[in-house]
Protein backbone atom coordinates (compact mmCIF):
# COMPACT_ATOMS: atom_id res chain seq x y z
CA UNK A 1 0.00 0.00 0.00
CA UNK A 2 2.97 2.24 0.90
CA UNK A 3 4.81 1.27 -1.79
CA UNK A 4 1.96 2.05 -4.18
CA UNK A 5 1.84 4.89 -3.00
CA UNK A 6 5.23 5.66 -3.38
CA UNK A 7 5.62 4.63 -6.42
CA UNK A 8 2.91 6.52 -7.73
CA UNK A 9 4.50 10.12 -6.31
CA UNK A 10 8.13 9.68 -7.68
CA UNK A 11 7.50 10.08 -11.28
CA UNK A 12 6.19 13.63 -10.93
CA UNK A 13 7.82 14.78 -7.91
CA UNK A 14 10.70 12.98 -7.68
CA UNK A 15 12.00 14.06 -11.39
CA UNK A 16 11.21 17.64 -11.38
CA UNK A 17 12.88 17.52 -8.17
CA UNK A 18 15.51 16.14 -9.48
CA UNK A 19 16.02 18.49 -12.17
CA UNK A 20 15.24 21.41 -10.07
CA UNK A 21 18.10 20.63 -7.76
CA UNK A 22 20.69 23.33 -8.60
CA UNK A 23 18.08 25.52 -9.10
CA UNK A 24 16.75 25.39 -6.07
CA UNK A 25 20.40 25.14 -4.12
CA UNK A 26 21.04 28.35 -6.34
CA UNK A 27 18.34 29.84 -5.40
CA UNK A 28 19.41 29.27 -1.97
CA UNK A 29 22.40 30.24 -1.53
CA UNK A 30 21.70 33.42 -2.69
CA UNK A 31 18.76 33.97 -0.45
CA UNK A 32 21.41 32.76 2.03
CA UNK A 33 23.62 35.80 1.08
CA UNK A 34 20.73 38.56 0.52
CA UNK A 35 19.55 37.10 4.10
CA UNK A 36 23.58 38.14 5.49
CA UNK A 37 22.69 41.89 4.92
CA UNK A 38 19.56 41.52 7.68
CA UNK A 39 22.51 39.49 9.44
CA UNK A 40 25.08 42.40 9.32
CA UNK A 41 22.56 44.72 10.69
CA UNK A 42 21.15 42.45 13.39
CA UNK A 43 25.41 42.16 13.92
CA UNK A 44 25.36 45.87 14.03
CA UNK A 45 23.11 46.57 17.02
CA UNK A 46 23.91 43.46 18.95
CA UNK A 47 27.81 44.47 19.46
CA UNK A 48 26.51 48.21 19.97
CA UNK A 49 24.26 47.49 22.45
CA UNK A 50 27.03 44.50 24.07
CA UNK A 51 29.68 47.20 24.65
CA UNK A 52 27.51 49.60 25.79
CA UNK A 53 25.03 48.43 27.90
CA UNK A 54 26.68 47.96 31.07
CA UNK A 55 27.33 51.58 31.23
CA UNK A 56 23.48 52.35 30.48
CA UNK A 57 22.70 50.28 32.77
CA UNK A 58 25.02 51.54 35.56
CA UNK A 59 24.71 55.43 34.47
CA UNK A 60 20.82 55.26 32.97
CA UNK A 61 19.42 56.27 29.69
CA UNK A 62 17.82 59.81 30.62
CA UNK A 63 20.39 60.72 33.46
CA UNK A 64 23.34 60.07 30.56
CA UNK A 65 21.77 62.20 28.29
CA UNK A 66 20.43 65.16 29.78
CA UNK A 67 23.74 65.63 32.21
CA UNK A 68 26.23 67.99 30.88
CA UNK A 69 28.98 66.87 32.83
CA UNK A 70 31.92 64.75 31.24
CA UNK A 71 34.33 64.18 33.78
CA UNK A 72 36.80 60.55 33.38
CA UNK A 73 38.41 61.24 36.35
CA UNK A 74 35.41 61.85 38.21
CA UNK A 75 33.31 58.79 36.40
CA UNK A 76 31.30 61.86 35.36
CA UNK A 77 29.29 60.63 32.19
CA UNK A 78 26.80 63.25 30.51
CA UNK A 79 26.32 63.07 26.70
CA UNK A 80 24.80 66.51 26.34
CA UNK A 81 28.05 68.21 25.40
CA UNK A 82 28.34 66.28 22.64
CA UNK A 83 25.09 65.94 21.30
CA UNK A 84 25.05 69.43 21.57
CA UNK A 85 28.25 70.32 19.42
CA UNK A 86 27.19 67.66 16.87
CA UNK A 87 23.83 69.21 16.19
CA UNK A 88 25.29 72.58 16.02
CA UNK A 89 28.04 71.93 13.46
CA UNK A 90 25.49 70.10 11.63
CA UNK A 91 23.23 72.61 11.51
CA UNK A 92 25.86 75.20 10.45
CA UNK A 93 26.70 73.02 7.63
CA UNK A 94 23.64 72.48 6.41
CA UNK A 95 22.82 76.07 6.45
CA UNK A 96 25.91 76.93 4.19
CA UNK A 97 25.51 73.39 2.31
CA UNK A 98 21.76 73.54 1.56
CA UNK A 99 21.53 76.88 -0.53
CA UNK A 100 24.58 75.97 -2.41
CA UNK A 101 24.43 72.07 -3.40
CA UNK A 102 20.80 73.15 -4.40
CA UNK A 103 21.70 76.14 -6.56
CA UNK A 104 24.61 73.93 -8.02
CA UNK A 105 22.03 71.18 -9.13
CA UNK A 106 19.35 73.01 -10.24
CA UNK A 107 22.20 74.67 -12.15
CA UNK A 108 23.41 72.15 -13.40
CA UNK A 109 20.10 70.20 -14.47
CA UNK A 110 18.02 73.44 -15.56
CA UNK A 111 20.13 76.22 -16.65
CA UNK A 112 23.68 74.74 -18.01
CA UNK A 113 24.36 73.06 -21.01
CA UNK A 114 24.44 69.27 -20.74
CA UNK A 115 27.66 68.67 -21.25
CA UNK A 116 28.89 71.12 -18.33
CA UNK A 117 26.94 68.32 -16.16
CA UNK A 118 29.04 65.64 -17.64
CA UNK A 119 32.08 67.74 -16.83
CA UNK A 120 31.30 68.84 -13.30
CA UNK A 121 30.24 65.50 -12.41
CA UNK A 122 34.00 64.14 -12.12
CA UNK A 123 35.14 67.26 -10.12
CA UNK A 124 31.73 66.34 -7.94
CA UNK A 125 32.59 62.92 -7.36
CA UNK A 126 36.38 64.00 -6.61
CA UNK A 127 35.25 66.17 -3.93
CA UNK A 128 32.91 63.02 -2.52
CA UNK A 129 35.86 61.16 -2.86
CA UNK A 130 38.36 62.69 -0.72
CA UNK A 131 39.04 60.61 2.27
CA UNK A 132 37.99 62.83 5.62
CA UNK A 133 41.38 62.62 7.29
CA UNK A 134 42.70 64.79 4.10
CA UNK A 135 39.44 67.28 4.50
CA UNK A 136 40.71 67.18 8.28
CA UNK A 137 44.17 68.00 7.36
CA UNK A 138 43.29 70.64 5.47
CA UNK A 139 40.90 72.25 7.38
CA UNK A 140 43.49 72.26 10.09
CA UNK A 141 46.72 74.34 8.19
CA UNK A 142 44.44 75.96 5.97
CA UNK A 143 40.72 76.42 6.82
CA UNK A 144 41.16 77.24 10.85
CA UNK A 145 44.28 79.53 10.21
CA UNK A 146 41.81 81.61 7.77
CA UNK A 147 39.35 81.69 10.16
CA UNK A 148 41.17 83.16 12.95
CA UNK A 149 42.97 85.86 11.20
CA UNK A 150 40.46 87.49 8.29
CA UNK A 151 37.10 85.69 9.26
CA UNK A 152 36.00 85.25 12.57
CA UNK A 153 37.24 88.99 13.66
CA UNK A 154 35.34 90.21 10.72
CA UNK A 155 32.14 88.21 11.59
CA UNK A 156 32.53 89.24 15.32
CA UNK A 157 32.68 92.78 14.13
CA UNK A 158 28.59 92.39 13.34
CA UNK A 159 28.15 92.00 17.00
CA UNK A 160 26.07 89.04 16.78
CA UNK A 161 25.74 87.07 19.31
CA UNK A 162 26.77 83.73 18.25
CA UNK A 163 29.58 85.20 16.75
CA UNK A 164 31.50 86.34 19.55
CA UNK A 165 34.70 85.77 22.27
CA UNK A 166 38.24 84.73 21.13
CA UNK A 167 38.77 84.02 17.34
CA UNK A 168 40.94 80.81 18.39
CA UNK A 169 39.94 79.62 14.84
CA UNK A 170 39.52 75.98 16.01
CA UNK A 171 35.66 75.61 17.32
CA UNK A 172 32.08 74.87 16.30
CA UNK A 173 32.57 77.27 12.88
CA UNK A 174 35.62 75.40 11.62
CA UNK A 175 33.78 72.05 11.99
CA UNK A 176 30.95 73.40 10.04
CA UNK A 177 31.95 74.57 7.19
CA UNK A 178 34.49 71.87 6.75
CA UNK A 179 31.22 69.36 7.18
CA UNK A 180 29.54 71.86 4.27
CA UNK A 181 31.69 71.04 2.07
CA UNK A 182 31.96 67.35 2.73
CA UNK A 183 28.18 67.20 2.47
CA UNK A 184 28.19 69.26 -0.71
CA UNK A 185 28.29 66.11 -3.03
CA UNK A 186 25.82 64.50 -1.14
CA UNK A 187 23.21 66.98 -1.58
CA UNK A 188 24.26 68.04 -4.96
CA UNK A 189 24.48 64.64 -6.58
CA UNK A 190 20.87 63.16 -5.10
CA UNK A 191 19.18 66.24 -5.78
CA UNK A 192 20.50 66.41 -9.75
CA UNK A 193 19.30 62.42 -9.77
CA UNK A 194 15.33 63.96 -7.99
CA UNK A 195 15.81 66.93 -10.45
CA UNK A 196 16.38 64.90 -13.67
CA UNK A 197 12.88 62.87 -12.86
CA UNK A 198 10.79 65.98 -12.97
CA UNK A 199 8.67 65.08 -15.89
CA UNK A 200 9.80 67.66 -19.01
CA UNK A 201 5.80 68.68 -19.95
CA UNK A 202 5.21 70.26 -16.25
CA UNK A 203 8.29 72.94 -17.41
CA UNK A 204 7.08 73.22 -20.57
CA UNK A 205 3.91 74.05 -19.78
CA UNK A 206 5.53 77.02 -17.34
CA UNK A 207 7.78 78.02 -20.07
CA UNK A 208 4.24 78.13 -22.37
CA UNK A 209 2.49 80.18 -20.06
CA UNK A 210 5.29 83.21 -20.35
CA UNK A 211 7.23 81.83 -17.05
CA UNK A 212 11.46 82.46 -17.19
CA UNK A 213 13.27 79.92 -16.55
CA UNK A 214 13.64 81.00 -12.72
CA UNK A 215 9.98 80.88 -12.50
CA UNK A 216 9.43 78.00 -14.10
CA UNK A 217 11.84 76.26 -12.32
CA UNK A 218 10.42 77.97 -8.96
CA UNK A 219 6.59 77.47 -9.55
CA UNK A 220 7.31 74.12 -11.73
CA UNK A 221 10.25 72.05 -10.83
CA UNK A 222 11.12 72.53 -7.18
CA UNK A 223 7.51 71.94 -6.10
CA UNK A 224 7.76 68.76 -7.88
CA UNK A 225 10.80 67.60 -6.53
CA UNK A 226 10.43 69.13 -3.08
CA UNK A 227 10.26 65.73 -1.22
CA UNK A 228 13.52 64.48 -2.94
CA UNK A 229 15.51 67.45 -2.00
CA UNK A 230 14.37 67.19 1.49
CA UNK A 231 15.47 63.36 1.80
CA UNK A 232 18.63 64.37 -0.16
CA UNK A 233 19.40 66.85 2.65
CA UNK A 234 18.64 64.68 5.58
CA UNK A 235 21.04 61.77 3.96
CA UNK A 236 23.74 65.03 3.94
CA UNK A 237 22.64 65.95 7.45
CA UNK A 238 23.12 62.04 8.06
CA UNK A 239 26.64 62.41 6.91
CA UNK A 240 27.67 65.46 8.70
CA UNK A 241 26.23 64.29 11.81
CA UNK A 242 28.06 61.07 11.56
CA UNK A 243 31.44 62.52 10.32
CA UNK A 244 34.40 61.91 12.80
CA UNK A 245 38.14 62.61 11.33
CA UNK A 246 37.61 66.42 9.78
CA UNK A 247 35.71 67.06 12.91
CA UNK A 248 37.72 65.70 15.26
CA UNK A 249 40.49 67.72 14.01
CA UNK A 250 39.61 70.96 13.90
CA UNK A 251 36.16 71.18 16.58
CA UNK A 252 38.70 72.10 19.43
CA UNK A 253 37.75 68.97 22.04
CA UNK A 254 36.52 70.41 24.88
CA UNK A 255 33.69 69.35 26.30
CA UNK A 256 31.89 72.39 27.02
CA UNK A 257 28.61 74.06 25.95
CA UNK A 258 29.27 77.71 24.25
CA UNK A 259 27.05 79.73 22.34
CA UNK A 260 29.07 81.45 20.12
CA UNK A 261 30.14 79.32 17.45
CA UNK A 262 33.95 80.39 17.72
CA UNK A 263 33.89 78.69 20.70
CA UNK A 264 35.91 75.21 20.84
CA UNK A 265 33.37 72.43 21.46
CA UNK A 266 33.02 68.53 20.87
CA UNK A 267 30.87 66.16 19.00
CA UNK A 268 30.04 62.28 19.61
CA UNK A 269 31.93 60.71 16.97
CA UNK A 270 34.56 63.22 17.77
CA UNK A 271 35.13 62.63 21.55
CA UNK A 272 34.74 58.26 20.63
CA UNK A 273 37.42 58.71 18.16
CA UNK A 274 40.03 60.65 20.61
CA UNK A 275 39.09 58.31 24.09
CA UNK A 276 37.78 55.06 22.88
CA UNK A 277 41.13 53.70 22.62
CA UNK A 278 42.66 54.66 25.58
CA UNK A 279 39.64 54.49 27.52
CA UNK A 280 39.94 53.00 31.24
CA UNK A 281 37.16 50.35 32.99
CA UNK A 282 34.38 49.31 31.38
CA UNK A 283 32.05 52.21 32.18
CA UNK A 284 34.02 54.80 30.16
CA UNK A 285 34.37 52.45 27.34
CA UNK A 286 30.21 52.02 27.78
CA UNK A 287 29.85 55.65 28.04
CA UNK A 288 31.83 55.84 24.66
CA UNK A 289 29.41 53.20 23.15
CA UNK A 290 26.54 54.45 24.36
CA UNK A 291 27.27 57.68 22.39
CA UNK A 292 27.55 55.84 19.48
CA UNK A 293 24.61 53.80 20.10
CA UNK A 294 22.84 57.29 20.44
CA UNK A 295 24.48 58.05 17.20
CA UNK A 296 23.46 54.91 15.17
CA UNK A 297 19.83 55.76 16.32
CA UNK A 298 19.60 59.07 15.20
CA UNK A 299 21.32 58.44 11.20
CA UNK A 300 19.36 55.72 11.14
CA UNK A 301 16.31 57.26 11.53
CA UNK A 302 17.32 60.69 9.71
CA UNK A 303 18.24 57.62 6.70
CA UNK A 304 15.07 55.84 6.88
CA UNK A 305 13.03 59.29 6.47
CA UNK A 306 15.46 60.27 3.72
CA UNK A 307 15.22 56.88 1.72
CA UNK A 308 11.73 57.03 1.78
CA UNK A 309 11.33 60.50 0.92
CA UNK A 310 13.46 60.26 -1.88
CA UNK A 311 11.68 57.16 -3.24
CA UNK A 312 8.25 58.91 -2.93
CA UNK A 313 9.70 61.73 -4.79
CA UNK A 314 11.43 59.56 -7.67
CA UNK A 315 8.28 57.48 -8.34
CA UNK A 316 6.14 60.49 -9.50
CA UNK A 317 4.20 63.67 -8.28
CA UNK A 318 4.91 63.53 -4.66
CA UNK A 319 1.69 63.98 -2.15
CA UNK A 320 4.26 65.98 0.21
CA UNK A 321 5.09 68.46 -2.37
CA UNK A 322 0.85 69.31 -2.42
CA UNK B 1 9.00 92.36 -17.61
CA UNK B 2 12.32 93.72 -17.03
CA UNK B 3 12.28 92.88 -13.09
CA UNK B 4 11.30 89.16 -14.05
CA UNK B 5 13.77 88.90 -16.72
CA UNK B 6 16.69 91.15 -13.70
CA UNK B 7 15.34 87.97 -11.33
CA UNK B 8 15.89 85.32 -13.96
CA UNK B 9 19.38 86.53 -14.46
CA UNK B 10 20.27 86.80 -11.33
CA UNK B 11 19.10 83.47 -9.78
CA UNK B 12 21.05 81.62 -13.09
CA UNK B 13 23.92 83.67 -11.60
CA UNK B 14 23.67 82.64 -8.19
CA UNK B 15 23.29 78.71 -9.16
CA UNK B 16 26.05 79.15 -11.27
CA UNK B 17 27.74 80.76 -8.42
CA UNK B 18 27.36 77.30 -6.20
CA UNK B 19 29.63 75.49 -9.00
CA UNK B 20 33.04 78.07 -8.22
CA UNK B 21 31.84 77.86 -4.26
CA UNK B 22 32.38 73.81 -4.73
CA UNK B 23 35.45 73.91 -7.00
CA UNK B 24 37.10 76.76 -4.37
CA UNK B 25 38.04 73.82 -1.59
CA UNK B 26 38.34 71.00 -4.15
CA UNK B 27 41.08 73.04 -6.18
CA UNK B 28 42.72 74.28 -2.58
CA UNK B 29 42.38 70.72 -1.40
CA UNK B 30 44.24 69.23 -4.57
CA UNK B 31 46.66 71.75 -4.94
CA UNK B 32 47.68 72.14 -1.37
CA UNK B 33 48.13 67.95 -1.10
CA UNK B 34 50.56 68.09 -3.67
CA UNK B 35 52.11 71.10 -3.41
CA UNK B 36 53.55 70.32 -0.07
CA UNK B 37 53.17 66.47 0.19
CA UNK B 38 55.54 65.87 -2.85
CA UNK B 39 58.65 67.50 -1.19
CA UNK B 40 57.93 64.77 1.90
CA UNK B 41 58.53 61.72 -0.97
CA UNK B 42 61.46 59.71 -1.65
CA UNK B 43 62.04 56.32 -1.78
CA UNK B 44 62.79 56.19 2.08
CA UNK B 45 59.29 57.48 2.62
CA UNK B 46 57.59 54.24 0.75
CA UNK B 47 60.09 51.65 2.29
CA UNK B 48 61.39 52.76 5.94
CA UNK B 49 59.47 52.46 9.08
CA UNK B 50 58.84 56.02 10.77
CA UNK B 51 61.50 58.38 12.53
CA UNK B 52 61.19 59.07 16.12
CA UNK B 53 60.74 62.63 17.22
CA UNK B 54 63.33 65.05 16.24
CA UNK B 55 65.02 62.34 13.86
CA UNK B 56 64.50 63.57 10.01
CA UNK B 57 64.16 60.26 7.51
CA UNK B 58 62.08 57.36 7.98
CA UNK B 59 58.83 56.69 6.42
CA UNK B 60 55.60 55.49 6.31
CA UNK B 61 56.38 51.97 4.94
CA UNK B 62 54.58 49.86 7.45
CA UNK B 63 51.73 52.49 7.08
CA UNK B 64 51.04 51.52 3.42
CA UNK B 65 51.46 47.99 4.08
CA UNK B 66 49.07 47.98 7.41
CA UNK B 67 46.29 49.90 4.20
CA UNK B 68 46.67 47.16 2.10
CA UNK B 69 46.64 44.40 4.51
CA UNK B 70 43.39 45.50 6.23
CA UNK B 71 41.70 46.28 3.12
CA UNK B 72 42.63 42.63 2.00
CA UNK B 73 41.37 41.02 4.91
CA UNK B 74 37.81 43.67 4.60
CA UNK B 75 37.91 41.95 0.49
CA UNK B 76 37.91 38.92 1.61
CA UNK B 77 35.35 39.02 4.24
CA UNK B 78 32.91 41.56 2.69
CA UNK B 79 33.82 41.41 -1.17
CA UNK B 80 31.69 37.96 -1.33
CA UNK B 81 28.74 38.97 0.88
CA UNK B 82 28.22 42.29 -0.59
CA UNK B 83 28.45 40.82 -4.22
CA UNK B 84 26.43 38.13 -3.17
CA UNK B 85 23.96 39.98 -1.22
CA UNK B 86 23.76 42.80 -4.85
CA UNK B 87 23.43 39.00 -6.78
CA UNK B 88 20.50 38.46 -4.68
CA UNK B 89 18.76 41.64 -5.18
CA UNK B 90 19.04 41.79 -8.60
CA UNK B 91 18.07 37.88 -9.58
CA UNK B 92 15.30 37.14 -6.57
CA UNK B 93 15.00 40.68 -4.95
CA UNK B 94 11.64 41.54 -6.77
CA UNK B 95 9.51 39.83 -3.37
CA UNK B 96 9.47 40.63 0.22
CA UNK B 97 12.61 39.82 1.35
CA UNK B 98 14.24 41.71 -1.67
CA UNK B 99 12.59 44.74 -0.40
CA UNK B 100 13.57 44.53 3.24
CA UNK B 101 17.74 43.21 1.93
CA UNK B 102 17.33 46.38 -0.56
CA UNK B 103 16.14 48.88 2.38
CA UNK B 104 18.26 47.95 4.71
CA UNK B 105 21.29 47.70 2.90
CA UNK B 106 20.63 51.75 1.71
CA UNK B 107 20.20 52.15 4.99
CA UNK B 108 23.25 50.63 7.15
CA UNK B 109 25.51 52.47 4.26
CA UNK B 110 24.84 55.48 6.15
CA UNK B 111 25.52 54.05 9.54
CA UNK B 112 28.67 56.59 10.64
CA UNK B 113 32.02 54.30 10.25
CA UNK B 114 32.82 55.22 13.76
CA UNK B 115 29.76 53.33 14.79
CA UNK B 116 31.19 50.29 12.93
CA UNK B 117 34.56 50.66 14.64
CA UNK B 118 32.84 50.56 18.09
CA UNK B 119 30.38 46.97 16.58
CA UNK B 120 34.18 45.33 15.13
CA UNK B 121 36.05 46.41 18.62
CA UNK B 122 32.84 44.55 20.78
CA UNK B 123 33.33 42.18 18.00
CA UNK B 124 37.02 41.26 17.85
CA UNK B 125 39.12 42.98 20.15
CA UNK B 126 36.82 42.00 23.12
CA UNK B 127 37.13 38.71 22.72
CA UNK B 128 40.75 38.44 21.36
CA UNK B 129 41.78 41.05 24.29
CA UNK B 130 44.26 42.82 21.77
CA UNK B 131 43.74 45.29 18.92
CA UNK B 132 44.69 43.72 15.78
CA UNK B 133 44.86 43.92 11.63
CA UNK B 134 41.73 41.32 11.64
CA UNK B 135 39.39 43.89 13.49
CA UNK B 136 40.26 47.11 11.82
CA UNK B 137 39.51 44.64 8.29
CA UNK B 138 36.47 43.18 10.07
CA UNK B 139 35.46 47.01 10.37
CA UNK B 140 36.15 47.53 6.73
CA UNK B 141 34.67 44.69 5.97
CA UNK B 142 31.14 45.87 7.58
CA UNK B 143 31.43 48.78 5.85
CA UNK B 144 32.00 47.51 2.34
CA UNK B 145 28.85 45.07 2.26
CA UNK B 146 25.53 47.42 1.76
CA UNK B 147 27.69 50.15 -0.59
CA UNK B 148 28.74 46.93 -2.28
CA UNK B 149 25.34 45.36 -2.40
CA UNK B 150 23.51 48.04 -3.94
CA UNK B 151 26.07 48.59 -6.57
CA UNK B 152 26.11 44.94 -7.74
CA UNK B 153 22.19 44.39 -8.13
CA UNK B 154 22.33 48.14 -10.21
CA UNK B 155 24.89 46.38 -12.29
CA UNK B 156 23.80 43.08 -12.78
CA UNK B 157 20.39 45.02 -13.73
CA UNK B 158 21.76 46.23 -16.60
CA UNK B 159 22.09 42.88 -18.46
CA UNK B 160 19.97 43.11 -20.92
CA UNK B 161 16.64 40.87 -20.16
CA UNK B 162 17.13 39.31 -24.01
CA UNK B 163 20.42 37.51 -23.36
CA UNK B 164 18.61 35.33 -19.79
CA UNK B 165 16.02 34.97 -22.28
CA UNK B 166 17.88 33.73 -24.97
CA UNK B 167 19.63 31.31 -22.67
CA UNK B 168 16.68 30.09 -20.98
CA UNK B 169 14.89 29.59 -24.02
CA UNK B 170 17.88 27.13 -25.31
CA UNK B 171 16.91 25.09 -22.43
CA UNK B 172 19.91 26.15 -20.09
CA UNK B 173 18.95 25.83 -16.15
CA UNK B 174 18.74 29.23 -13.86
CA UNK B 175 21.24 28.69 -12.35
CA UNK B 176 23.74 27.77 -15.54
CA UNK B 177 21.85 31.06 -16.60
CA UNK B 178 22.57 33.13 -13.72
CA UNK B 179 26.35 32.25 -13.61
CA UNK B 180 27.63 32.00 -16.99
CA UNK B 181 25.59 34.09 -18.64
CA UNK B 182 24.30 37.20 -16.72
CA UNK B 183 27.21 37.36 -14.11
CA UNK B 184 29.80 36.91 -16.93
CA UNK B 185 28.04 39.75 -18.96
CA UNK B 186 28.35 42.03 -15.46
CA UNK B 187 31.30 40.83 -14.12
CA UNK B 188 33.35 43.92 -15.37
CA UNK B 189 31.08 46.03 -13.60
CA UNK B 190 30.90 43.99 -10.47
CA UNK B 191 34.96 44.07 -10.90
CA UNK B 192 34.51 48.16 -11.15
CA UNK B 193 32.56 48.12 -8.07
CA UNK B 194 34.78 46.21 -5.80
CA UNK B 195 37.25 48.56 -6.80
CA UNK B 196 35.47 51.90 -5.94
CA UNK B 197 34.71 50.15 -2.45
CA UNK B 198 37.98 49.24 -1.74
CA UNK B 199 38.94 52.82 -2.64
CA UNK B 200 36.34 53.77 -0.04
CA UNK B 201 37.65 51.28 2.22
CA UNK B 202 41.21 52.47 2.04
CA UNK B 203 40.62 56.07 3.13
CA UNK B 204 38.51 55.16 6.40
CA UNK B 205 40.63 56.19 9.55
CA UNK B 206 37.81 56.43 12.41
CA UNK B 207 36.87 52.39 12.65
CA UNK B 208 40.80 51.74 12.47
CA UNK B 209 41.70 54.36 15.40
CA UNK B 210 40.42 51.66 17.99
CA UNK B 211 40.41 48.28 16.53
CA UNK B 212 43.42 48.23 14.38
CA UNK B 213 45.06 51.09 16.94
CA UNK B 214 48.47 51.81 15.43
CA UNK B 215 52.10 50.10 15.35
CA UNK B 216 55.23 51.74 15.27
CA UNK B 217 57.32 48.65 13.39
CA UNK B 218 55.97 46.16 10.44
CA UNK B 219 53.26 44.11 11.35
CA UNK B 220 53.07 40.90 9.43
CA UNK B 221 50.62 39.03 11.67
CA UNK B 222 46.68 39.52 11.82
CA UNK B 223 46.37 39.17 15.51
CA UNK B 224 48.77 42.22 16.08
CA UNK B 225 48.50 45.97 16.16
CA UNK B 226 48.47 47.33 12.61
CA UNK B 227 49.81 50.97 11.34
CA UNK B 228 47.49 52.17 8.50
CA UNK B 229 48.29 55.19 6.37
CA UNK B 230 44.84 57.04 7.27
CA UNK B 231 45.46 56.37 11.41
CA UNK B 232 49.39 57.77 10.48
CA UNK B 233 48.68 61.15 8.49
CA UNK B 234 45.78 61.90 11.79
CA UNK B 235 49.10 61.55 14.40
CA UNK B 236 51.18 63.51 12.59
CA UNK B 237 48.48 66.05 11.65
CA UNK B 238 47.89 66.84 15.18
CA UNK B 239 51.51 66.22 16.53
CA UNK B 240 53.19 69.31 17.15
CA UNK B 241 55.61 69.18 15.10
CA UNK B 242 57.04 70.96 12.05
CA UNK B 243 58.46 67.93 10.24
CA UNK B 244 55.76 65.53 11.38
CA UNK B 245 52.99 67.73 9.63
CA UNK B 246 55.50 67.48 6.48
CA UNK B 247 54.87 64.26 6.69
CA UNK B 248 51.49 63.73 7.06
CA UNK B 249 51.05 65.82 3.89
CA UNK B 250 53.22 63.45 2.24
CA UNK B 251 51.04 60.62 3.42
CA UNK B 252 47.85 62.33 2.35
CA UNK B 253 49.31 63.12 -1.25
CA UNK B 254 50.22 58.51 -1.06
CA UNK B 255 46.60 58.05 -0.09
CA UNK B 256 45.26 60.23 -2.28
CA UNK B 257 47.36 58.44 -5.39
CA UNK B 258 46.40 55.38 -4.05
CA UNK B 259 42.57 56.15 -3.87
CA UNK B 260 42.68 57.85 -7.12
CA UNK B 261 44.90 54.91 -9.07
CA UNK B 262 41.75 52.37 -7.85
CA UNK B 263 39.09 54.84 -9.18
CA UNK B 264 40.67 55.63 -12.23
CA UNK B 265 41.52 51.85 -12.97
CA UNK B 266 37.79 51.63 -11.79
CA UNK B 267 36.37 54.12 -14.70
CA UNK B 268 38.87 52.66 -17.22
CA UNK B 269 37.61 48.86 -16.77
CA UNK B 270 33.75 50.14 -17.02
CA UNK B 271 34.73 51.90 -20.28
CA UNK B 272 36.26 48.94 -21.61
CA UNK B 273 33.15 47.10 -21.36
CA UNK B 274 30.50 48.28 -23.28
CA UNK B 275 26.98 46.97 -22.39
CA UNK B 276 27.94 46.82 -18.59
CA UNK B 277 29.04 50.05 -18.48
CA UNK B 278 28.19 53.38 -17.19
Known amino acids: ?90 AVALIIALPVSVGLAVFLTEMAPARLRVVVSFPISLLAGIP ?26 THFPLFSGAPIGLGYLAAGVILAIMILPTITTI ?60 IGNSPTISASLFAPGYSLPAVIANEFAEASGSLQTGALAALGLILFAVTLLLNVIARLLVRVSQKGPARVAA | ?32 VISRGAPALNLDF ?7 VGETGGGVGNAILGTLSMVGIGCILG ?25 TAEVLSGVPSIVVGIVAYGLVVLPMHRFSALAGGVAL ?19 PGSLREASLALGVPQWRTSLRVVLRTALGGIVT ?24 YWNFKADQPTASLTVQIYNYAVSPYQDWHQKAWGAALVLLLLVGALSLIAKALARNRFGTAR
Open chain 2, 46 to 52: FTQLPAP
Open chain 1, 1 to 90: MGEVAARHAEPSGGRSSRTNLPDRAWAVSLTVFGAAVLVVAGVIVGALWFVAAPAVKTLGLWNFVGSRQWDVTRDLYGALPFIYGTLVTS
Open chain 1, 191 to 250: SIEVLRTVPGSLREAALALGATRWEAIRIAVLPYSRAGIVGATILGLGRALGETMAVTMV
Open chain 2, 1 to 32: MKRRRLVNHLMTALCGFGLLLALIPLGSILWL
Open chain 1, 132 to 157: SVVYGLWGLFVLVPLLRKPIEPWLAR
Open chain 2, 141 to 159: AVLMIPALARSTEELVRLV
Open chain 2, 193 to 216: AVLLSIARAAGETAPLLFTALNNQ
Open chain 2, 79 to 103: VPVGVGAGVFLAERGNGRTGDAVRF
